[in-house]
């Protein structure tokens, strides 16, 4: 059984950075695509990133290309998403996934193809 755990969240002025980890445990972390999704209150979960078993693939939401990087080191099962340039509508609760298919060559997007999730944490961006 997998387990993530997310931590890095907290409070930040706007155009400043955070950056979040989810640590993975419980099956071969560097053979799973990684993503990172959001949820603001009173709104639908939202691709934030994701990033291919390998690492060498990306893929980003649109409200965050350009300011989010998501990266992993596969030697410590941990994925990363450095937030730069922060805005108040970055505000809300960030989740770390785990692809439920190995080695998928195609990075997903998709809540649904992602079989584990970690707890979240909390980013709030104040104006």
């Known amino acids: 059984q997998v387990q993530l755990v997310e931590s890095g969240g907290g409070l930040v002025q706007a155009g400043g950075s955070l950056r979040l980890s989810c640590r993975s445990s419980?099956?071969?972390?560097?053979?799973?695509?990684m993503g990172w999704f959001r949820q603001a209150p009173g709104k639908e979960r939202e691709f934030v990133a994701a990033?291919?078993?390998?690492?060498?693939?990306?893929r980003y939401g649109d409200s965050v290309k350009g300011r989010f990087t998501i990266s992993r080191d596969n030697a410590k099962n941990t994925v990363y998403l450095q937030m730069n340039i922060l805005k108040p509508e970055d505000t809300a609760v960030y989740y770390c996934?785990?692809?439920?298919?190995?080695?998928?060559?195609?990075?997903?997007?998709?809540?649904?193809?992602?079989?584990?999730w970690g707890q979240g944490t909390q980013v709030t961006v104040s104006s």
């Open positions: 996934a785990q692809d439920r298919a190995s080695n998928r060559v195609v990075v997903s997007t998709t809540p649904k193809d992602f079989g584990s």
């Open positions: 419980g099956r071969t972390f560097s053979a799973f695509g």
């Open positions: 990033i291919s078993w390998s690492g060498g693939r990306t």
